[in-house]
């Protein structure tokens, strides 16, 4: 994952010991893996899948007050990456005992934990803590989730900013990339597989997102901690882009048959809730680093030259 920005000179590197937590997961193993290969002193703890290559992971619970504590107080790592929880949004709404025990008690516990080591935390959120009400949002914006994974979400951001910690907090959007075998899917993957498999690809053309590339999430967290900045900043890709329109650019630029696509509304799906369109602006991160984050055709290449040298 080295020179995604071509036309950014990055801030002099500094070697940290990090600890990422959910470093299994789709965001977190890059994280680890880009971290761990610029000679950071990284570990990183997962809940279900151990990765095959670093050799600091460390399973963990962050259900479990104590387990948290006693690990962070063991380990006094200088940086806290917390992107563990559920993302499911239907999940979320469903099951909202378990959506508060993973999204905000284990957010409590992680918090609680970088308290006793006086660490920086870096807390993942989403778009989710909007209601798609207005045109575009800041990250000075009133929050109003509509979703109950957005009020999990929402909840932790406050816990975190109340927290006392040195702290930052990155919302981000439909995150992509090339994903290990035990990952959840994500929107490009499941283009690629279905079209590639000669299957029909019903897309929803009401939902809007601005993807982001996860290569470009991690080179903006890394810059962020470098240049030591604080607060709330909105990583996400420079498109505003609904799904069907974005499976057809993902499929021409791999070449794949678009006429496997099929435009459909949302309503179709009768998913418990309801999702909303929310505009996030990276203004904010381009100011303070220098850094332009990737559209969707942008990211597409990317995925396509690192598939050829794989």
């Known amino acids: 994952m080295t020179n995604k920005f071509k036309t950014h000179q990055f801030s002099e590197y500094v070697i940290m010991k990090i600890c990422v937590i959910g470093g299994s997961g789709e965001i977190g193993s890059k994280l680890v893996h880009w971290l761990t290969k610029h000679d950071n002193d990284v570990f990183f703890t997962y809940f279900q899948n151990r990765m095959d290559c670093p050799k600091n992971g460390i399973k963990l619970d962050i259900t479990n007050e104590e387990s948290t504590k006693v690990f962070l107080r063991k380990l006094k790592p200088e940086i806290v990456i917390h992107t563990a929880g559920i993302t499911n949004v239907d999940l979320c709404e469903t099951n909202r005992d378990l959506a508060n025990r993973m999204n905000i008690e284990g957010t ?3 918090i609680n934990g970088c308290k ?30 509509s979703t109950y994974y957005g009020y999990t979400k929402l909840k932790s951001e406050e816990l975190v900013n109340d927290s006392g910690l040195s702290y930052l907090i990155l919302r981000t959007d439909q995150p992509y990339c090339w994903i290990e075998k035990w990952q959840h899917t994500n929107s490009v993957i499941r283009i690629l597989e279905t079209l590639r498999s000669g299957k029909i690809l019903k897309e929803i053309s009401d939902w809007y997102n601005t993807p982001t ?44 048959d678009k006429n496997l696509i099929e435009s459909i509304n949302s309503d179709q799906l009768e ?19 220098g850094i332009k984050m990737k559209g969707v055709e942008e990211g597409a290449k990317e995925m396509i030259r690192e598939e050829s040298i794989s």
């Open 108 to 110: 409590k516990n992680v």
């Open 116 to 145: 006793i080591t006086n660490s920086k935390l870096v807390y993942v959120s989403t778009s989710f803590v909007f209601d798609g009400k207005k045109q575009e949002y800041f990250e000075n914006d009133k929050t109003s989730p």
């Open 213 to 256: 590339y996860v290569p470009d999430f991690v080179n903006a967290t890394t810059e962020l901690l470098t240049k030591k900045l604080t607060g709330i900043f909105h990583i996400v890709g420079s498109d505003y882009i609904n799904r069907y329109k974005w499976s057809r650019i993902v499929a021409e630029m791999f070449g794949l």
């Open 271 to 289: 998913l418990s809730v309801k999702r909303v369109n929310v505009n996030l602006k990276n203004h904010k991160l381009f100011q303070k680093t």
